[in-house]
């Protein structure tokens, strides 16, 4: 089974959607399915005003469309809202196609924090764009609601995994700052809400790991806290096992996959009570981490956690879960079509890994 995979998002980026994309890809090759990527890579861009990071596509709508036909996808999903999602949406609509879409940030307020367009505006956009496709995939329940109430239609659950023998506690690691060392690690912008963090009267150290626009003003306006730059991998692994506590400043990311990669290298969290932290850690039995108004308070208390706590809580997510999710969720967005029939027959005969 080949899924072609619309993404705006993608590599330079270091973000929650690229990362998401792919492990659930990797994770879908021992589950019978192929996931295939329509990116930014494949044709002329523009950087993104404000964020030269981002590449805005050049594509046109007859580009799109030979290149769905030239992978002949058994589904599509489109997974971000901008020119290649918007062209891919475009393109199946009118060739009668069904396909789902995710929706991964809360763009609505992203956009608000950089210009003056009224959230209702961007929302009344976005649930067109999505409720035009056979499921919308959101990652927590409390996103789930929160679109509910504004009207999207037909959402599914796809939730986020962890490579916890990547992210694990290092005892041995020491980074040379004063402890405790809390630390953010995630893209270095407005809507992130660093400033929030890096305002606060903490003892001990303030690291962050990213890259982006924000990041040269936040250097110069902080320049006690120490920045790492973009990380990944093994570097990145070894920066949260140092640390003490993960704060996560951010009022409008729908879960942050760096939860879970904190937690799993033994660092209880402290952020705001808001959609994303709320899911992630609300099913915990025992605390691993502290959701607070006061940001400086669920700091303090989150040192007083079990790292161990924390780690084993992380355990309970896998990204082998979350691509069956997906898989799931595009098979019921398709359930009347040939070939999710004839999936959903190979998988019930065990011909299909799903372990």
Known sequence: MRILVATDAWHP???GVVRSLEHTASEALHLGARLEFLTPQEFRTVPLPTYD???????????IMRRIEAMQ?????????GPI????????IATRRTFTTSYHTKFPEYLSARAPVPERLTYAWLRSFHNAG??????????????????????????????ADLFRPRPEVDLGLPKPVFLFVGRVSVEKNIEAFLSLDLPGSKAVVGG???????????????????????????IYSGSNVFVFPSRTDTFGI??????????????????????????ATEPVGVLDEDLRTA????????????????????WRECAKQFIDNVLIAHDFGPVARRFRLLRRNRLISVA
């Not at 990071?53 to 580009?63: D, K, N």
């Not at 982006?212 to 790492?228: E, I, M, N, V, W």
């Open 73 to 81: 996808p058994d589904f599509v999903h489109v997974a971000t809202e």
């Open 13 to 15: 980026q270091i973000n």
């Open 53 to 63: 990071e981002i590449r805005l596509s050049l594509a046109t709508p007859r580009m």
């Open 299 to 318: 700091c303090l208390k989150a040192l007083e956690l079990s790292p161990q706590a924390a780690r084993d809580y992380a355990l309970r997510y896998s």
């Open 134 to 163: 056979g499921g919308v995939m959101v990652a927590t329940a409390t996103l789930e609601r929160e679109l509910e109430a504004r009207g999207f239609k037909r959402l599914m659950r796809w939730s986020r995994g962890v490579h």
């Open 258 to 283: 760096v939860l879970l990669e904190a937690l799993a290298s033994g660092l209880p969290v402290a952020a705001y009570p808001v959609t994303g932290p709320m899911d992630v850690l609300g099913e």
């Open 85 to 92: 999602g918007i062209l891919v949406r475009r393109a199946c």
């Open 212 to 238: 982006g626009p924000a990041l040269a003003s936040l250097k110069a306006r902080f320049p006690d806290a120490h920045f790492f730059g973009p990380k990944e991998g093994e570097d990145l692994a070894r």
